[in-house]
């Protein structure tokens, strides 16, 4: 009798799992999305009965479509969305006002129309190379703060540099400073209770982004904030790929951890205000009343005014489930076929879909001088094996693959020609492109890009560049691990 009863439970479970994981592989085949990863998908799901459903709840599901997260209610949303159109219907009407940047307006359009980002002119910028160099200039920035500091970090952990930087912000929030922090509910998962509760004790506003409680996470757990942003008194800005941790200050077992961060003074960074405002909107479902010191400098100019000093122009790039498009995607992609000498790549981990795969081959093919620097250790196994199963395809088309030494390289970095150059907090890999909250800066000037090439350079001269036949020997126990790294790439 007990067998019996045991026999009709199992029956009934495999017929549940069976339904629903037919209606899981029809809703991923009705969606059209890319065919690798739907294939990877219903791979899953036929050889992991049961668990294959419980993986896919949980990071499978698309909601881009859905709009999971949506601000359309938000002024600030809004007001991105009406000076996008202001600044791209003046453009149309008064192209010459575009002078150098005539080469580049199918990716300008292109930001303007599908993440509604307008073209900013800023007085300076200035780059860091390590983790170190970052926190230590946020650090010094936060220190001058009068009015309101913003900071957003997926990681920030509960160490040494944690608790420098926490120290920090209790220190300003006492002295009447609107301190504001945003990091995610999984990269910053370590963050003890009592940590965040002395924070807010300080009069510190602490925000969890997608809060994930264990056991029962939600299905949102696959979907991260990623961005990295900083905002001081609105009239200063940080970006890039540097978390609050001390591997990024102090290394650690892969040695010094290299990354790119950018520091801005201009207009871009009402840009990352606006960023900001919208992430705390998601998850206060509150708004902060749009005010001069949030945003002491013009939101918008016309491109073509009368200006004293250099201006660089740069347009900031936020994506994620919160977009109808998957705008970062687009703009590498946008970016990689618009080269015409070369194009220099840095990120570390390379899972790349077909699109931006194939138009990377391509401009190898049409002898585009493309490189592309990789970590040669990776903090994540299994991302490293992926990102080594692209390699020979990508040498067989001319592409040269050059693998970084000297620590562990967290850049995320393309630059064009020497005329454009992408900083932000997206890797070049399907994560960013469709399921993180991501932010970058395309920057349209030729300094800019040729600090930034100049230090590719300089760090190429340092690493190993692969040789394509002694690729072709290396181990086949390796091999095989890239293989099947290759398979769940696009589930990573």
Same mark, same amino acid.
């Given at each position: 009798?007990?067998?019996?009863?045991?026999?009709?439970?199992?029956?009934?479970?495999? !017929?549940?799992?069976?339904?629903?994981?037919?209606?899981?592989?029809?809703?991923? @085949?009705? =969606?059209?999305?890319?065919?690798?990863?739907t294939l990877s998908w219903v791979t899953v799901l036929i050889l992991l009965p049961y668990f294959g459903l419980v993986l896919y709840f949980f990071f499978g599901m698309h909601y881009r479509k859905k709009r999971l997260y949506s601000f359309k209610g938000d002024a600030e949303y809004?007001? =991105?969305?009406?000076?996008?159109?202001?600044?791209?219907?003046? !453009?149309?009407?008064?192209?010459?006002?575009?002078? +150098?940047?005539?080469?580049?307006?199918?990716?300008?359009?292109?930001?303007?129309?599908?993440?509604?980002?307008? %073209? *900013?002119?800023?007085?300076?910028?200035?780059?860091?190379?390590? /983790?170190?160099?970052?926190?230590?200039?946020?650090?010094?920035? !936060?220190?001058?703060?009068?009015?309101?500091i913003h900071l957003?970090?997926? @990681?920030?952990?509960?160490?040494?540099? /944690?608790?420098?930087?926490?120290e920090l912000l209790k220190k300003k929030a006492r002295e009447g400073v609107e301190v504001r922090v945003i990091y995610d509910g999984v990269g910053s998962i370590s963050l003890k209770?009592?940590?965040?509760q002395q924070m807010e004790q300080a009069g510190v506003e602490m925000l969890c982004f997608a809060k994930v409680t264990l056991p029962?996470?939600?299905?949102?757990?696959?979907?991260?904030?990623?961005?990295? @942003?900083?905002?001081?008194?609105?009239?200063?800005?940080?970006?890039?790929? %540097?978390n609050i941790a001390d591997r990024y200050y102090y290394g650690n077992e892969l040695g010094e951890w290299h990354d790119t961060h950018m520091k801005v003074t201009g207009e871009t960074v009402a840009s990352l205000q606006t960023s900001f405002f919208l992430d705390r909107y998601f998850i206060l479902n509150r708004k902060i009343r749009r005010r001069k010191k949030y945003y002491p400098h013009p939101d918008i100019e016309k491109i073509g005014a009368?200006?004293? /000093?250099?201006?660089?122009?740069?347009?900031?790039?936020?994506?994620?489930? +919160?977009?109808?498009?998957?705008?970062?995607?687009?703009?590498?992609?946008?970016a990689i076929t618009l080269a015409r000498k070369h194009i220099y790549i840095v990120s570390p981990?390379?899972?790349?879909?077909?699109s931006i795969l194939n138009a990377i081959k391509i401009a190898a093919l049409g002898n585009i001088d493309v490189r592309i620097m990789l970590p040669d250790k990776s903090d994540t196994l299994l991302a490293h094996y992926s990102t080594m199963s692209y390699v020979s395809e990508l040498m067989e088309a001319g592409v040269k693959i050059y693998l970084f030494k000297k620590g562990f390289n967290h850049s995320k970095v393309?630059?064009?020609?020497?005329?454009?150059? !992408?900083?932000?907090?997206?890797?070049?890999?399907?994560?960013?492109?469709?399921?993180?909250?991501?932010?970058?800066? %395309?920057?349209?000037?030729? +300094?800019?890009?040729?600090?930034? *090439? +100049?230090?590719?350079?300089?760090?190429a001269s340092a690493c190993v560049q692969l040789n394509r036949h002694k690729w072709g020997k290396r181990d086949k126990r390796q091999k095989v691990a890239e293989s099947i790294a290759r398979l769940c790439s696009p589930l990573l």
């Open positions: 009798m007990l067998n019996s009863g045991w026999q009709i439970i199992s029956a009934v479970l495999y !017929i549940m799992n069976l339904f629903l994981a037919v209606y899981a592989a029809t809703s991923m @085949i009705m =969606r059209r999305q890319d065919p690798v990863k809004r007001y =991105r969305k009406e000076t996008s159109a202001q600044q791209r219907e003046f !453009i149309i009407n008064n192209p010459q006002v575009l002078g +150098d940047l005539q080469p580049y307006q199918k990716i300008i359009f292109q930001n303007l129309r599908n993440s509604y980002t307008i %073209v *900013e002119e800023n007085t300076s910028i200035e780059f860091y190379f390590t /983790g170190k160099e970052a926190l230590d200039s946020m650090y010094s920035s !936060i220190e001058e703060a009068r009015s309101h957003q970090s997926y @990681i920030f952990e509960q160490d040494r540099t /944690g608790e420098r930087f926490a209770k009592e940590f965040v029962m996470p939600t299905s949102k757990v696959n979907y991260r904030n990623h961005r990295k @942003i900083l905002v001081v008194d609105g009239r200063t800005g940080f970006l890039g790929g %540097v009368e200006q004293t /000093g250099k201006k660089i122009a740069v347009q900031t790039v936020a994506s994620g489930p +919160d977009s109808n498009w998957s705008s970062i995607m687009q703009c590498f992609f946008s981990y390379f899972t790349p879909n077909e393309v630059s064009i020609d020497g005329e454009v150059s !992408i900083v932000g907090s997206a890797n070049m890999d399907m994560r960013s492109f469709e399921h993180n909250f991501e932010i970058l800066s %395309v920057i349209y000037d030729k +300094d800019c890009t040729g600090t930034i *090439e +100049d230090r590719f350079l300089s760090e």
